[in-house]
């Protein structure tokens, strides 16, 4: 059974930080996309920024590049959201999830498997 649970949420003001992990079992995750999105009430979900296990680059919205950074710790099968210079419009619900990519990393049909999410609220 594939299990994406993530933490890290919580409440902060603005111009400060949070780390949000997901860690992901249930099966091999080699070739897939790892993605983060963000949703709030009323509103589709929203792509944040997405990588593969196996290494390369990264893919960062718009609104969020240059402050947040993804990565994974392969041995711990974790991937991080690093959030820097958080915004009050950056809070949402963040969830991960994990994929193969069919219609490109911004897009949530992309990803098979998601988890619960993670309330992130900053304040002003």
């Known amino acids: 059974q594939v299990q994406l649970v993530e933490s890290g949420g919580g409440l902060v003001q603005a111009g400060g930080s949070l780390r949000l992990s997901c860690v992901a079992s249930?099966?091999?995750?080699?070739?897939?996309?790892m993605g983060w999105f963000r949703q709030v009430p009323g509103k589709e979900r929203e792509f944040v920024a997405a990588l593969y296990w196996s290494g390369g680059r990264s893919y960062y919205a718009n609104s969020v590049k240059g402050r947040f950074a993804a990565s994974t710790d392969n041995a711990k099968n974790t991937v991080y959201l690093q959030m820097n210079s958080l915004k009050p419009e950056d809070t949402a619900v963040y969830y991960c999830?994990?994929?193969?990519?069919?219609?490109?990393?911004?897009?949530?049909?992309?990803?098979?498997?998601w988890g619960q999410g993670t309330q992130v609220t900053v304040s002003s």
């Open positions: 249930g099966r091999t995750f080699g070739s897939y996309a």
């Open positions: 999830a994990a994929g193969p990519n069919r219609y490109g990393v911004g897009s949530p049909n992309s990803y098979d498997y």
